[in-house]
């Protein structure tokens, strides 16, 4: 059977999050709470209550960006002192750790900015085109519930999010 | 003088905090075009004393031995001083949860930005030969030759350019649903920019899980980085052996001077944009309060450190050290040190009395004033050092000449006009941070209200019946 999605455009927190606990409950067969998304103009605090716990890894992505820039930070100024043989060391030590540290640190948080800011883009699947159940009222005050389910479901859906004093439902146009 | 004393009115509808921000991009005061005027000319002044400088050299600045470094070098030590606090404090804030600061985080980390790129080009224009500026960059040459790592300086360089990059990234990452909010509203030009800016924001929960985390794992990055920043530029001095440089307390004196100037900024710039853009409902007094109490503590910190650094040299009784203090206290540049420390020790103690705090065109002044002490603060710290070294062949004293004093008067315009610029381009105030700060006093009032034991309606200004804790959405009402 082919899939579907539907938005339901709720005034507030409350009514989508009740919607929410309907389908978490089992009252839409079919229908299961990983098919839910929630879309809103702020976080909610207690998002998490609600639709349990979702992945978001960005911070090995940072892990990952710090250990490589203190790598790669290391690496590169101990490679260029050397390699530099025109300056006379004078007795010092070619590779000084004292002021490698502080470049290295320097580019431990570099990397880890970078990296932290490049998982963003691809766990937030930024930069995708957005689909036609986007509605411009989610960036102002609405609360947006999507749910993906087959086609036989759309009415109970529908239904559903009527209870819960749903101000408008929006269909997925295939394209 | 009606004052209010909440940060926010909890009742703004949230539609109302999108159109207030919106129009503000559109509609400032005929005060907002004078000003960018007055940054126009003031930065060409600049503009002709460098085309002048680059024309004639550098001899036109008054510099040479013994007096290498003088205003350029105090200016760049002041606008990275000044870029500390936006993102520094925003960072600081964030993590506490002090939620006070989302109406006024996105001008203070714009500071910071422009800040760091006015700053960027003193030691460029110290240069004299701009066009060699590219050599502390750290690039492969067939010829094997690369900064020395070990030089402060090139600390510098790696410093500012993390720092500036950081920065830049912490503005930009906050700014995404902010941008989606305004290409959803925008036309022309600016419909195209702020959907190439908002990179696809569609508000569902992946995003806003993944951009918490984002946020929150960059502030914890950026405030190590932002005190790293300020020790390193510290460190071109207290790493000399020169006699007023090589203080053990520079590090927390110069990261305290740097987030002391950077908040009477954030003072200047509150005002100034309440007043161009109409956001008294935003920038309130009571959160122009609480930064102006930041400033007077930091203030007092810097204070402190200042007499501790007195202490030092004095008992420390190192004579060419204790020689140079006595002269900056009696000696040719005697006046403006004494004026350093009335701005920066004295004047804040207006900061202590609500009376004044509250009084915006005194806050003002004030706040001017306390940027100036600490401007002086730098110019006290490069120049007498210079005049009074270990040998007397290289006593001397030098006054900036006017090419310098131009080209420092005309970075003010350069940083204005940048300033400006960016918040007439981009909101200045983060709408959707003022919608959660508005949800969540008004949870709060609503759990105090059913605390309290009162089953009644809690009522709203209007005397309207609002709904009581927990039920419906704050700030919805008027959806």
């Known amino acids: 059977m082919s899939k579907c999605r539907i938005m339901g455009l709720f005034s507030d927190f409350e009514e989508a999050f009740c919607a929410i606990s309907d389908i978490k409950e089992g009252k839409l067969s079919g229908v299961s709470i990983d098919d839910v998304t929630l879309k809103s103009p702020i976080e909610h605090p207690e998002i998490e209550e609600v639709l349990g716990e979702r992945s978001a890894p960005v911070p090995y992505f940072t892990l990952a960006g710090a250990i490589f820039g203190i790598t790669f930070g290391f690496t590169f100024l101990s490679s260029a002192q050397a390699n530099f043989l025109v300056q006379p060391q004078g007795g010092k030590p070619v590779v000084p750790l004292p002021s490698n540290i502080v470049l290295t640190y320097e580019m431990m948080i570099l990397f880890a900015v970078l990296f932290t800011v490049t998982s963003l883009m691809v766990c937030g699947r930024f930069m995708t085109k957005r689909s036609s159940l986007y509605s411009e009222k989610v960036c102002i005050d609405q609360i947006g519930v999507i749910v993906e389910m087959d086609e036989a479901d759309l009415e109970s859906t529908k239904e559903l999010f009527k209870k819960h004093k749903v101000l408008e439902i929006r269909e997925e146009v295939k394209q | ?479």
């Open chain 2, 1 to 479: 003088m009606h004052i209010n004393e909440k940060d926010i009115d909890e009742n703004i509808k949230w539609a109302e905090i999108n159109k207030d921000v919106l129009k503000s991009m559109e509609n400032p005061r005929p005060a907002y075009w004078v000003a960018i005027g007055l940054c126009l000319a003031m930065l060409s002044v600049a503009v002709v004393a460098e085309i002048y400088q680059y024309q004639t050299g550098m001899g036109v600045t008054n510099l040479n031995n013994p007096h290498m470094w003088d205003l350029y070098i105090a200016t760049f030590i002041f606008w990275i001083g000044m870029s500390h606090s936006g993102t520094l404090l925003s960072a600081i804030l964030h993590i506490i949860h002090a939620d006070w600061r989302k109406p006024i985080y996105r001008f203070a980390e714009a500071m910071t930005t422009f800040s760091l790129m006015t700053a960027g080009l003193f030691p460029m224009i110290h240069l004299g030969r701009v066009w060699n500026m590219y050599w502390v960059i750290p690039y492969v040459t067939d010829r094997g030759i690369w900064p020395n790592f070990r030089s402060p300086l090139v600390w510098d360089a790696f410093a500012i350019t993390t720092y500036l990059t950081s920065s830049a990234l912490f503005l930009f990452i906050g700014m995404i649903p902010d941008l989606a909010i305004c290409r959803d509203n925008a036309k022309g030009w600016r419909k195209k920019l702020y959907t190439v800016l908002s990179m696809g924001w569609r508000g569902d929960d992946r995003q806003w899980r993944n951009f918490r985390k984002t946020y929150m794992l960059m502030a914890c990055f950026l405030i190590p980085l932002a005190v790293s920043v300020h020790s390193i530029v510290s460190s071109d001095f207290a790493m000399s052996i020169m006699p007023g440089w090589h203080v053990t307390s520079f590090p927390p004196y110069f990261v305290a001077g740097a987030l002391y100037s950077g908040c009477a900024a954030i003072i200047t710039l509150f005002i100034l944009l309440r007043y161009f853009f109409y956001f008294e409902k935003y920038m309130t007094i009571a959160i122009m309060e609480k930064i102006c109490k930041l400033t007077f503590a930091i203030a007092m910190v810097w204070t402190y450190l200042n007499l501790i650094e007195f202490a030092s040299i004095w008992y420390g009784h190192d004579m060419v050290s204790k020689e140079l203090l006595i002269s900056k206290f009696t000696g040719p540049y005697s006046f403006w040190f004494w004026l350093m420390l009335f701005c920066g020790s004295v004047v804040p103690f207006m900061l202590a009395f609500k009376k004044y705090r509250c009084h915006m065109p005194t806050m003002f002044v004030v706040s001017l004033v306390l940027n100036l002490g600490m401007w002086l603060e730098r110019w006290m710290i490069v120049t007498p050092t210079l005049s009074l070294s270990y040998h007397p062949f290289q006593w001397d004293v030098m006054w900036p000449s006017v090419v310098q004093w131009g080209i420092v008067f005309g970075s003010f315009g350069w940083f204005g006009l940048l300033f400006l610029t960016f918040v007439k381009i981009f909101p200045s105030v983060s709408m959707y941070e003022v919608k959660e700060m508005v949800y969540h006093r008004k949870r709060e009032a609503g759990s105090a209200a059913s605390e309290e034991g009162s089953a009644a309606p809690v009522k709203n200004e209007e005397g309207n019946k609002a709904t009581p804790s927990g039920s419906g959405t704050p700030g919805l009402e008027g959806a």
